[in-house]
């Protein structure tokens, strides 16, 4: 019988929401029955000691591959990548690989032609959206292909802390780490928004000349699980950029093609979305009815006020049906379960 399989690594820091994606896969293939084949999963502060357990991982995982296997990798990989995909089909081994970013794209470390070569080592690859899946495509992905759609996000805790929607008085959040480059949009914000409220959690200091103002506020930075179980708010913002009119920049212009798992954060949150119109998660959105989309900040306002108790009920349901799956492992389940029967 064919073994699902996955190599759990060292993470560097402690554990955070970069990790959190990843680490909730690799519970999620192992609650399917898969095998790790590397070292157990561990954290730590030293980048030298992060590099050598990983290491010893990928050697470990050398001497464990058997022909029939089938690996699930979660991209990108810093080092290692290639030769995985290789020593896998040298031993029979097939590899999937789950896309968490595009190093061509938002950081521009390699270039198109490059990342597309390096993904095409793997047998099987799972976008993380149809969007992403249909431009991996038309810029020459070959291999067999498949979407993810939402991150799953694992969570023992529950909201505890909403209180009802009031129609024409919504209250946002943003949450997330603060920088002119990716959040310069939040100093324009206080001039559009007079209705609605803005809850930030972050650090202030990121964003330079900051305006006080009575339709922003901002909250220390919260842990998850923290978060999770205590914002009370009624919606959770999806926007990068510098723009109120759209999402620009590399981290705005992004989001026309990945999955923020900022969209799974706030879900498991009890929030719906409220998200860019351009946005790949937004069509999703739409379809579940799990939220909102935002054409334009300058008449969020308007938007948001045209939603009624009854309309706002109906998301909120939605959102906890779609949070239940998230915590069964469904989307990463459903994704991995197609992989298996295309390359079976």
């Not at 799974?264 to 998660?281: E, T």
Request: hydrophobic share 40%; net charge positive.
């Amino acid at each position: 019988m064919n073994r699902l399989c996955y190599i759990s690594r060292c993470y560097h820091g402690l554990k955070s929401s970069g990790s959190k994606a990843r680490t909730d896969n690799e519970d999620i293939i192992e609650a399917m029955g898969g095998i790790n084949l590397g070292l157990p999963r561990s954290f730590h502060k030293s980048k030298l000691l992060t590099f050598l357990l990983n290491l010893c991982g990928i050697v470990k995982y050398v001497v464990s591959v058997r022909k029939g296997d089938v690996i699930v990798l979660q991209y990108p990989i810093k080092k290692y990548f290639a030769f995985i995909c290789k020593v896998a089909a040298i031993r029979g081994a097939h590899t999937v690989t789950v896309i968490h970013d595009l190093g061509s794209f938002r950081r521009k470390k390699l270039t198109l032609k490059k990342e597309i070569a390096r993904l095409s080592c793997s047998d099987y690859v799972i976008a993380s959206n149809k969007v992403m899946e249909q431009w991996l495509i038309e810029h020459g992905l070959k291999k067999p292909t498949g979407a993810l759609e939402l991150f799953d996000y694992q969570s023992p805790l529950t909201n505890e802390a909403h209180t009802p929607y009031v129609q024409g008085k919504a209250r946002l959040v943003y949450a997330g780490a603060l920088a002119m480059r990716k959040t310069s949009f939040l100093l324009a914000v206080p001039e559009v928004i007079k209705r609605s409220r803005l809850h930030v959690f972050g650090n202030r200091s990121g964003l330079p000349g900051m305006p006080d103002s009575e339709a922003v506020v901002f909250h220390n930075f919260l842990p998850a699980d923290e978060f999770i179980h205590n914002v009370d708010a009624d919606f959770g913002l999806v926007w990068d950029g510098d723009s109120l009119d759209s999402c620009t920049g590399n981290f705005g212009e992004y989001l026309r093609y990945n999955t923020p798992h900022k969209v799974s954060f706030y879900i498991r949150a009890g929030l719906p979305v409220a998200i860019w119109k351009d946005a790949a998660l937004a069509e999703i959105v739409e379809r579940e009815n799990i939220g909102v989309r935002i054409d334009t900040l300058h008449n969020i306002d308007e938007q948001l006020a045209a939603i009624t108790e009854e309309q706002y009920a109906a998301m909120h349901d939605n959102v906890r049906r779609v949070c239940r799956l998230m915590m069964e492992g469904h989307f990463m389940r459903e994704a991995v379960k197609k992989a298996c029967n295309t390359l079976s």
